[in-house]
């Protein structure tokens, strides 16, 4: 998919495209990212990731984020995981170990590779059968001009247009659903 939007500001942001496929055990994915300018935080703890570039994740199988969990992950491959509870409310304690993450740069942005367990996934969604329905995801991307996380130019972008007059990927129009068939 690279169809992506930035509802709130800046068109122009370069390409973004993501990729995403699963087996039995492993859901897969990747962003590749056009950025001209790469901006990212020395790593010295988990929320550094939120000063910089990034391409993010998230999941839920409740669609008012009772219980949501997030994957931010820098152009290094460094990540910030949490889970959320809608409004806003961040649990930075929680991780997912079995996380893996690969990042390369490239001539004009950076590529994220990652895969995480289907145990997880299937964890979330709770469904009955070979089917995971109850899934909704949320694909985003921030692009940064510099390290100030409240700088107006922050360009946030998102696969669909979240119904929200501010940027906000925090909340249940950012999701989309998706079915999982498991064999």
Known sequence: MDQFVSPWSSPDFGKTEFMAFYDADWFYFSFEIEDKKIVEADFKKESDVALGDRGEIFITADS??????????????KVLDYVAHYYR????NWDLDELEIKSSKTSN????????????????????????????FGVFRA????????????????WIKPSTNKPDFHTPSAFQKITFEIK
């Open 143 to 158: 692009e940064f001009n510099n390290l100030n996380p409240k700088d107006p130019t922050v360009n946030w972008i998102s």
């Open 89 to 92: 409310k961040f649990d930075y």
């Open 109 to 136: 942005g950076y590529i994220l590779e990652g895969k995480m367990p289907m145990s997880f996934i299937n964890s979330i969604d709770k469904s009955d059968g070979n089917t995971l329905s109850n899934l909704r």
């Open 64 to 77: 008012s984020l009772k219980e949501y969990y997030c994957f931010e992950i820098s152009p290094t491959g």
